[in-house]
Structure formats: C-alpha cells, structure tokens
Nanobody, 120 residues
C-alpha cells in the first residue's frame, strides 16, 4: 500500500501564492507518473500539472506560467508552486501517482485532497 498525503492548501487572496506538497510513503515502490489534479464544486476533476512516465512535465493551459511542478525523488515528494493565484483556481487539489512496487505489481493512488480557496 502507498499513501499520498497532501499539505499546503489554505485561503489566499488573489495574486497570492501557495506551495502544495505531496509525500508518498508505504511499501517499497518507484513512481511511474505523478501529478496534481483539481476539482471545483460541480466540475470534472482535471489535470493541473504532472510528470509523465518519461519525466516530462505537462501543465493545463490555464496555469502555464503561474504554476510549477517539481519533485524530490529521494523523498518521494512532489510539489506544486502556485503563484499569481486567481479565484478560478479555487478547488480541491489532489495528488495522484502511478507506482510500481519493487517486488512487482502496480498501483494507482489518490491523495485525500487539500482545499485551495482564492478570494477577491
């Protein structure tokens, strides 16, 4: 089992910044792909930023130039630096990871989510 724990969400005014963290822990594993999704009330969950299996980064058009995804492979942690936040960024942000266990097997996990609220 692998657990993803997000942190760093909160309330911020438009134009402000937040940094989200997602730490993966559990059985010995390696990350195939990992990224951040968000879901606003009544809306579909969408990819915000992620690392593909090849290590390339992808961003939603709406966040390009404002958000930056990064990772610390040694600590199995991925970050999302969010700058110039807008009210439309308000959503629950979820970490997602596709992992491979060292002994074999595959897993697909979601974090519990962290609320980001942008006012004004």
């Amino acid at each position: 089992q692998v657990q993803l724990v997000e942190s760093g969400g909160g309330l911020v005014q438009a134009g402000g910044s937040l940094r989200l963290s997602c730490a993966a822990s559990g059985d010995t594993f390696s990350i195939n792909a990992i990224g951040w999704y968000r879901q606003a009330p009544g809306k579909q969950r969408e990819l915000v930023a992620g690392f593909s299996s090849g290590g390339n980064t992808n961003y939603a058009d709406s966040v390009k130039g404002r958000f930056t995804i990064s990772r610390d492979n040694a600590k199995n942690t991925v970050f999302l630096q969010m700058n110039s936040l807008k009210p439309e960024d308000t959503a629950v942000y979820y970490c997602n990871a596709d992992v491979k266990y060292s002994g074999g097997g595959r897993g697909f996990y979601w974090g519990q989510g962290t609320q980001v609220t942008v006012s004004s």
